[in-house]
């Protein structure tokens, strides 16, 4: 159960709904209420079918890279604590969305990178390689934060409305004083487990 926890909040924290928000909002804001349900619905079930296909296939891949486990863990580290450290400071360029004002998104960029990003993907093959004899643990890990970003964003006028735009911030960067510290672990992990070889 605490595998399961642990995994989800990591998955949450990394997919990070609140933090997404405003560009959720900023690229669906020209298309009708109706339809932009159905667009964060289909861009949702996108990501996690990504998310599953690499999960299962992530194994494989560090096989055929030749990668060990300790480096993926290490490199993972450094990639959230870079992540992290961006949610903290956040610079103005990362609010640009690359799309034309009314046009509708598929695939990218919100299943693709935000959603099942590259550090997400990076930490489902981590975890593949962790939990190989308990893959159902990362399955309902993946699936409970995934619902959870969904109702997030599926409710994002209303937490904007409730939380205001400060208040999503001040969220959004002390999610990332906790993924730091997740990111740290894991690289002090990854270091632990090359240092006995």
């Given amino acids: 159960m605490n595998e399961i926890i642990s995994g989800t909040i990591l998955l949450l924290l990394i997919m990070d709904p609140l933090g997404n928000l405003p ?11 109706k339809r932009r349900k159905i667009i964060l619905i289909r861009e949702m079930i996108i990501s996690l079918i990504i998310m599953i296909l690499f999960l299962f296939s992530g194994e494989s ?5 030749n990668l060990r486990t300790e480096s993926v863990s290490i490199s993972g580290g450094i990639i959230l604590f870079l992540i992290a450290i961006k949610m903290i400071f956040p610079s103005s360029e990362d609010d640009n969305t690359g799309l034309p004002a009314g046009e509708e998104p598929f695939l990218v960029p919100l299943a693709i990178p935000l959603v099942a990003g590259p550090s997400l993907l990076a930490t489902l093959m981590m975890l593949a390689h962790q939990y190989a004899n308990q893959i159902h643990i990362i399955i309902i890990s993946i699936l409970i934060a995934w619902a959870l970003t969904l109702i997030i964003l599926l409710l994002s006028e209303l937490f904007l409305r409730v939380l205001g735009e400060k208040g999503v911030n001040a969220l959004e960067r002390l999610m990332g004083l906790v993924l730091v510290m997740l990111a740290t672990q894991m690289f002090l992990d990854g270091i632990r487990v090359y240092l006995k070889l």
């Fill in 23 to 33: 560009v959720f909002m900023s690229i669906l804001k020209y298309i009708e209420p």
């Fill in 61 to 65: 891949i560090l096989n055929f890279l």
